[in-house]
């Protein structure tokens, strides 16, 4: 016989309220403030590629959009290429369009309210993460300690200058709660909603998450699967309408995104990524002694908006050599020492609950993964459709802070229903141990050889583990006093979230300062910009402003974007595999490209300008039909 739940609200039990979610809301938005206070209220500004490509893409596209008009070419980088086909844009992202409203009479847009956008959906993240770890019945202060955990990893913060994996992460939460509502209550209505905000968190442009955002999906869905067909929960029309609920997300999420698909993927197949071998593909692979980090995040080093850091990022791979500077933001995952010693516990008592069981394995895959071509998940997942056109595996370490950040709040609340069992007590020693020891390590010098700390960072390096040790006293002290009934679990455990907001503060809010305003970066004198700019359609030409040999640029890469100049340069990660002429001689390239003005490098006198030249072709409309 068939069976079908008897109540389609089982999963989501009505909660006795302990604080009303307006404060909480409160709360996240007073959290966000504090930790981008410098970006939003002291001058300070976004950097590397949020100047070098957030800025003036979403400049183009603001300034384009104000007017009425969609921009499907950008006239002004590499002689001209598709526009909102280049999916990083994420011209359809609603978001994005909004920023259409803070254009000024110049063109330029405001880079304040893009910093805001950005830093909005921190906020975003933080409610969406909450309501989905209330969903899964943890606590209210324990889904904070989560939301709070997830939505300022370094994952998060470490990629604000790459916004469009922040606009996926935080939608990621809501995405997951309707999901999973809709798989325990049977309900096509919640798997609509699922796939809806899937659908939009896609258009803001980042693949490679929508890939690992799949993945999440499909491995829930399996166990999901062998889970009730395990306990025979379900059966016959219940089974098929569950399985119709479960791929309803991923059908309705890929039709949102074929307006932005179609494009991009004809773009992709033209640009120089279209081909990546596999040794490309494992570059930003997490070392293995990296791991270490998620008890002292900066163990390595670090780098920031300043470049001016007292210990630089000084990581090698197993062949003792350097590696490049990003891959400090590339390969990091900090979620704070709170959350991972709560994750551990939860992970000790929770293993065997459907959902805390999933969690493990979404710890255990994302990290096995993000080692890359230290690991062998990669390199099997580089065969399969996808997977291999992208860089960085290290980014699959989401699964990982899904996992420790809601296996926290879980952890939370068993510590604070069963803190005077003596068999608890010891599985909380044991999640206590692992961090305890590391920071331990780290603090008296003792891995400095085996890690390969240079000698003048070493006392740095040092005080890193001191901090972590402390944090972990800190943690463990509240619960000695929790134990000891001299705090109750709500004073406790706002005293956790605050530790765990500090911790993630100091430890990352620095990283997104620069004292560089993007818009200063881009200003141009005003007889240079009116020189360069074509008056009418009957004089078009382009400027060159990049010199090779010697190297020097006289402009910002994509200055063409925000001063309407038409150049043969550019910045854009998917440039064409066919930018310049087939031709040797770099005269006659730049006269085919239509190029007036050229850099002009005096190397004996040390000096450099603009040539106008008088041999350029004009402009050429090329007629297929």
């Given at each position: 016989?068939?069976?079908?739940?008897?109540?389609?609200?089982?999963?989501?039990?009505?909660?006795?309220?302990?604080?009303?979610?307006?404060?909480?809301?409160?709360?996240?938005?007073?959290?966000?403030?504090?930790?981008?206070?410098?970006?939003?209220?002291?001058?300070?500004?976004?950097?590397?590629?949020?100047?070098?490509?957030?800025?003036?893409?979403?400049?183009?596209?603001?300034?384009?959009?104000?007017?009425?008009?969609?921009?499907?070419?950008?006239?002004?980088?590499?002689?001209?290429?598709?526009?909102?086909?280049?999916?990083?844009?994420?011209?359809?992202?609603?978001?994005?369009?909004?920023?259409?409203?803070?254009?000024?009479?110049?063109?330029?847009?405001?880079?304040?309210?893009?910093?805001?956008?950005?830093?909005?959906?921190?906020?975003?993240?933080?409610?969406?993460?909450?309501?989905?770890?209330?969903?899964?019945?943890?606590?209210?202060?324990?889904?904070?300690?989560?939301?709070?955990?997830?939505?300022?990893?370094?994952?998060?913060?470490?990629?604000?200058?790459?916004?469009?994996?922040?606009?996926?992460?935080?939608?990621?939460?809501?995405?997951?709660?309707?999901?999973?509502?809709?798989?325990?209550?049977?309900?096509?209505?919640?798997?609509?909603?699922?796939?809806?905000?899937?659908?939009?968190?896609?258009?803001?442009?980042?693949?490679?998450?929508?890939?690992?955002?799949?993945?999440?999906?499909?491995?829930?869905?399996?166990?999901?699967?062998?889970?009730?067909?395990?306990?025979?929960?379900?059966?016959?029309?219940?089974?098929?309408?569950?399985?119709?609920?479960?791929?309803?997300?991923?059908?309705?999420?890929?039709?949102?995104?074929?307006?932005?698909?179609?494009?991009?993927?004809?773009?992709?197949?033209?640009?120089?990524?279209?081909?990546?071998?596999?040794?490309?593909?494992?570059?930003?692979?997490?070392?293995?002694?990296?791991?270490?980090?998620?008890?002292?995040?900066?163990?390595?080093?670090?780098?920031?908006?300043?470049?001016?850091?007292?210990?630089?990022?000084?990581?090698?791979?197993?062949?003792?050599?350097?590696?490049?500077?990003?891959?400090?933001?590339?390969?990091?995952?900090?979620?704070?020492?709170?959350?991972?010693?709560?994750?551990?516990?939860?992970?000790?008592?929770?293993?065997?609950?459907?959902?805390?069981?999933?969690?493990?394995?979404?710890?255990?895959?994302?990290?096995?993964?993000?080692?890359?071509?230290?690991?062998?998940?990669?390199?099997?997942?580089?065969?399969?459709?996808?997977?291999?056109?992208?860089?960085?595996?290290?980014?699959?370490?989401?699964?990982?802070?899904?996992?420790?950040?809601?296996?926290?709040?879980?952890?939370?609340?068993?510590?604070?229903?069963?803190?005077?069992?003596?068999?608890?007590?010891?599985?909380?020693?044991?999640?206590?141990?692992?961090?305890?020891?590391?920071?331990?390590l780290i603090s008296i010098g003792f891995l400095n050889n085996a890690l390969s700390i240079p000698d003048p960072l070493v006392s740095d390096v040092q005080g890193y583990g001191a901090i972590s040790l402390f944090i972990i006293l800190l943690v463990a002290g509240l619960m000695i006093a929790l134990q000891k009934g001299m705090i109750n679990y709500q004073i406790a455990g706002l005293a956790l979230v605050l530790v765990l907001v500090v911790d993630l503060t100091s430890a990352g809010s620095g990283f997104n300062q620069s004292e560089s305003n993007p818009a200063d970066e881009y200003t141009l004198p005003s007889d240079l910009k009116s020189t360069f700019q074509a008056k009418n359609k009957n004089n078009l030409f382009r400027v060159n402003t990049r010199?090779?040999?010697?190297?020097?640029?006289?402009?910002?890469?994509?200055?063409?974007?925000?001063?309407?100049?038409?150049?043969?340069?550019?910045?854009?990660?998917?440039?064409?595999?066919?930018?310049?002429?087939?031709?040797?001689?770099?005269?006659?390239?730049?006269?085919?490209?239509?190029?007036?003005?050229?850099?002009?490098?005096?190397?004996?006198?040390?000096?450099?300008?603009?040539?106008?030249?008088?041999?350029?072709?004009?402009?050429?409309?090329?007629?297929?039909?």
């Amino acid at each position: 016989m068939s069976k079908t739940p008897n109540n389609k609200n089982q999963f989501v039990k009505k909660p006795i309220v302990d604080i009303n979610n307006w404060y909480i809301v409160g709360l996240f938005a007073l959290i966000t403030i504090i930790f981008f206070w410098n970006n939003l209220f002291g001058g300070m500004f976004f950097w590397e590629d949020f100047v070098e490509y957030v800025y003036p893409t979403q400049t183009l596209a603001a300034r384009e959009f104000s007017k009425g008009v969609i921009p499907f070419w950008n006239h002004f980088s590499f002689s001209g290429m598709p526009f909102i086909a280049d999916l990083q844009v994420g011209f359809f992202y609603p978001f994005n369009r909004i920023l259409s409203l803070f254009v000024d009479g110049d063109g330029m847009l405001s880079v304040w309210w893009l910093q805001f956008i950005i830093i909005l959906h921190f906020f975003i993240a933080q409610i969406n993460a909450y309501f989905l770890a209330r969903t899964l019945k943890i606590s209210q202060i324990g889904s904070i300690i989560s939301a709070v955990s997830y939505s300022f990893s370094f994952l998060m913060v470490l990629h604000v200058i790459h916004p469009m994996i922040i606009e996926h992460l935080a939608w990621f939460p809501l995405v997951l709660m309707f999901f999973i509502r809709g798989i325990e209550e049977n309900r096509l209505r919640w798997a609509k909603y699922s796939g809806l905000i899937l659908g939009m968190s896609m258009l803001s442009g980042h693949p490679q998450m929508t890939l690992f955002q799949y993945l999440f999906l499909g491995f829930l869905s399996i166990w999901h699967l062998v889970f009730v067909l395990k306990n025979k929960s379900l059966e016959g029309k219940f089974l098929m309408k569950n399985i119709a609920v479960m791929i309803i997300p991923f059908a309705l999420s890929a039709g949102i995104f074929m307006i932005q698909y179609l494009p991009s993927q004809e773009l992709a197949k033209m640009s120089q990524r279209a081909e990546m071998n596999y040794e490309k593909s494992a570059e930003g692979s997490m070392e293995v002694k990296q791991i270490l980090t998620a008890v002292s995040p900066k163990i390595f080093g670090y780098t920031d908006g300043s470049r001016d850091v007292k210990v630089p990022f000084f990581l090698t791979n197993t062949k003792n050599e350097p590696q490049p500077y990003y891959y400090y933001w590339e390969t990091g995952f900090y979620f704070g020492i709170t959350a991972l010693i709560l994750g551990l516990f939860g992970a000790i008592i929770g293993f065997k609950n459907k959902y805390g069981g999933f969690f493990i394995f979404a710890i255990l895959f994302g990290i096995i993964y993000s080692l890359g071509s230290n690991g062998f998940i990669h390199q099997i997942f580089y065969n399969l459709p996808l997977f291999g056109q992208f860089r960085n595996p290290a980014r699959m370490m989401l699964f990982a802070i899904i996992g420790f950040s809601f296996l926290s709040g879980i952890g939370f609340d068993y510590l604070k229903e069963n803190i005077k069992n003596p068999a608890v007590l010891k599985k909380i020693i044991g999640a206590f141990s692992i961090p305890l020891l590391l920071a331990v390590l780290i603090s008296i010098g003792f891995l400095n050889n085996a890690l390969s700390i240079p000698d003048p960072l070493v006392s740095d390096v040092q005080g890193y583990g001191a901090i972590s040790l402390f944090i972990i006293l800190l943690v463990a002290g509240l619960m000695i006093a929790l134990q000891k009934g001299m705090i109750n679990y709500q004073i406790a455990g706002l005293a956790l979230v605050l530790v765990l907001v500090v911790d993630l503060t100091s430890a990352g809010s620095g990283f997104n300062q620069s004292e560089s305003n993007p818009a200063d970066e881009y200003t141009l004198p005003s007889d240079l910009k009116s020189t360069f700019q074509a008056k009418n359609k009957n004089n078009l030409f382009r400027v060159n402003t990049r010199s090779y040999n010697p190297p020097y640029m006289a402009m910002k890469r994509n200055q063409g974007m925000i001063s309407e100049i038409h150049l043969i340069e550019g910045y854009n990660p998917l440039v064409l595999q066919r930018v310049n002429p087939a031709v040797n001689d770099v005269n006659t390239i730049l006269d085919l490209q239509n190029t007036r003005y050229r850099i002009n490098i005096d190397q004996q006198a040390g000096q450099a300008g603009f040539a106008e030249s008088n041999s350029y072709f004009p402009r050429a409309w090329m007629v297929y039909k």
